[in-house]
Nanobody, 123 residues
Framework: QVQLVESEGGLVQAGGSLRLSCAAS????????MAWFRQAPGKEREFVSY????????YYASSVKGRFTISRDNAKNTVYLQMNSLKPEDAAVYYC????????????????WGQGTQVTVSS
């Protein structure tokens, strides 16, 4: 089991930037693929971005591609999500997730989750 702890989110104006981090408490962090999902009120949890265990492969939802960047530092057991040009529709609770194996954009493929962090974007 992997414990995941997201950094505090926050309130940002539309067009602004925010970086989320997620720290994992596991000795074998480099074995895990990591992802970010988000969930807005009344909506299903949706895929945001994925990064492979090595960091060599990344995937993005079309809604964030070109604005968000996922990265990881295996020496620090941490994955990051840099969010630029934020829009009001990006407001949600953001979750990091971990899994063994390759890419998946489906939340049910991930069996390790953080507690979530609120991102609010004002227009």
């Amino acid at each position: 089991q992997v414990q995941l702890v997201e950094s505090e989110g926050g309130l940002v104006q539309a067009g602004g930037s925010l970086r989320l981090s997620c720290a994992a408490s596991v000795h074998t962090f480099s074995r895990y693929a990591m992802a970010w999902f988000r969930q807005a009120p009344g909506k299903e949890r949706e895929f945001v971005s994925y990064i492979s265990w090595s960091g060599c492969s990344t995937y993005y939802a079309s809604s964030v591609k070109g604005r968000f960047t996922i990265s990881r530092d295996n020496a620090k057991n941490t994955v990051y999500l840099q969010m630029n040009s934020l829009k009001p529709e990006d407001a949600a609770v953001y979750y990091c997730a971990a899994k063994i194996g390759g890419y998946s954009g489906n939340y049910y493929s991930y069996n390790n989750w953080g507690q979530g962090t609120q991102v609010t974007v004002s227009s």
